[in-house]
């Protein structure tokens, strides 16, 4: 099984300020896909941003995006010009397409300070 | 909104007792999850199912079973629930097949066993 690991259980930023989490993962898959899911308090699991393996490009998604390093296996998300509302729980996602299964890592806890 | 219904939002039972956790979908996805959540743990797959009636454990599948009888509900069952059972349990539905699709999540139910 595919493993992912988030090793910051908790950070914190200022307002306005960058923060990137980490996310590092173990395959031996060539092709796959990775996912960055916000849980706010309200305690849904909302999709941030995905990345394709096989695209060299970081993908964005507005002030989120990731550096993806694939020989390195690393996906970290960086969160520009933090907002309150980004205070939440993230979580980094794998997922095998062979198998169609999800492996996500143990979270880290944003807090964003105002 | 991938239209996805988990029943009850919240639940508190007696050690010994069955419990079964509903989740309804309304766009027909082929793929469903059932996973638990829990600190330090981040979320961790219990079952899934890939069509009506076809089902597979995933990494915490002691003590759980689940039933796929339609293709919009996936029932998960806890056969005599127990303290360590307590966690918040979410339902993920997905594709397979169309390139890749990322799990939509329902608001998940929390459980405690008593």
């Given at each position: 099984?595919?493993?992912?690991?988030?090793?910051?259980?908790?950070?914190?930023?200022?307002e306005?300020?960058?923060?990137?989490?980490?996310?590092?993962?173990?395959?031996?898959?060539?092709?796959?896909?990775?996912?960055?899911?916000?849980?706010p308090?309200?305690?849904?699991?909302?999709?941030?941003?995905?990345?394709?393996?096989?695209?060299?490009q970081n993908?964005?998604?507005?002030?989120?995006?990731v550096?993806?390093?694939?020989?390195?296996?690393?996906?970290?998300l960086?969160?520009?010009d933090?907002?309150?509302?980004?205070?939440?729980?993230?979580?980094?996602?794998?997922?095998?397409?062979?198998?169609n299964?999800?492996?996500?890592?143990?979270?880290?806890?944003?807090?964003?300070?105002? | 909104?991938?239209?996805?219904?988990?029943?009850?939002?919240?639940?508190?039972?007696?050690?010994?007792?069955?419990?079964?956790?509903?989740?309804?979908q309304?766009?027909?996805?082929?793929?469903?999850?059932?996973?638990?959540?829990?600190?330090?743990?981040?979320?961790?797959?219990?079952?899934?199912?890939?069509?009506?009636?076809?089902?597979?454990?995933?990494?915490?599948?002691?003590?759980?079973?689940?039933?796929?009888?339609?293709?919009?509900?996936?029932?998960?069952?806890?056969?005599?629930?127990?303290?360590?059972?307590?966690?918040?349990?979410?339902?993920?539905?997905?594709?397979a097949?169309?390139?890749?699709s990322?799990?939509?999540?329902?608001?998940?139910?929390?459980?405690?066993?008593?």
């Amino acid at each position: 099984a595919q493993t992912v690991t988030q090793s910051q259980p908790e950070m914190s930023v200022q307002e306005a300020e960058t923060v990137t989490l980490s996310c590092t993962y173990d395959t031996s898959e060539s092709n796959y896909y990775l996912f960055w899911y916000k849980q706010p308090p309200s305690r849904q699991m909302i999709l941030v941003i995905r990345q394709e393996a096989y695209k060299q490009q970081n993908a964005t998604e507005n002030r989120f995006s990731v550096n993806f390093q694939k020989a390195a296996k690393s996906f970290s998300l960086k969160i520009s010009d933090s907002q309150l509302g980004d205070t939440a729980m993230y979580f980094c996602a794998f997922m095998n397409p062979t198998g169609n299964q999800f492996y996500f890592g143990t979270g880290t806890s944003l807090t964003v300070i105002p | 909104d991938a239209g996805i219904t988990q029943s009850p939002r919240h639940k508190v039972t007696e050690t010994g007792t069955p419990v079964t956790l509903r989740c309804h979908q309304t766009e027909n996805h082929r793929y469903m999850y059932w996973y638990r959540q829990d600190p330090g743990h981040g979320l961790r797959l219990i079952h899934y199912s890939y069509g009506v009636k076809d089902t597979d454990k995933g990494e915490v599948s002691d003590g759980y079973s689940v039933s796929r009888s339609k293709t919009e509900d996936f029932l998960l069952t806890l056969e005599s629930a127990t303290s360590s059972q307590t966690s918040v349990y979410f339902c993920a539905v997905g594709h397979a097949g169309t390139g890749y699709s990322p799990l939509h999540f329902g608001n998940g139910t929390r459980l405690t066993v008593t």
